[in-house]
């Protein structure tokens, strides 16, 4: 499995730089794409983890803006102070966004 992970990571990667992006670089790539299969395998108050990762650059979250922000239009928050990521705060996460309020951006294809 790790061979597949830093494959698939270097995919990933590369077709963020292409779109423009410095960061993030290839092993934190690799790190959130092994954190998010070992949470696929654990659940959560009974119920198995579905989610998706959303790549969205601090200094610029939100690249092309609309003119006039609706109330149901996606928004970036950030945390007031900086937590660890685990596979444990993952899945937490993953189950506390609802699916309409996730990420809604356009999907990274990888293989075309």
């Known amino acids: 499995m790790p061979d597949l992970v830093d494959r698939l990571a270097h995919q990933v990667a590369s077709r963020i730089k292409e779109l423009g992006f410095d960061e993030p670089n290839r092993r ?11 949470g696929t395998l654990r659940s959560e108050e009974g119920r198995f983890v579905k989610g998706s990762l959303t790549f969205a650059s601090p200094k610029r979250p939100d690249v092309d803006p609309p003119f006039l922000r609706r109330a149901d239009y996606p928004a970036f928050s950030s945390f007031e102070s900086p937590e660890i990521l685990t596979v ?3 899945v ?5 966004i ?3 309020s996730g990420s809604k951006e356009k999907r990274l294809s990888i293989g075309d």
């Open 28 to 38: 934190v790539v690799g790190t959130l794409l092994e954190m998010a299969y070992l």
């Open 98 to 100: 609802d699916r309409w």
């Open 92 to 96: 937490k996460l993953a189950r506390a």
């Open 88 to 90: 444990q705060t993952l």
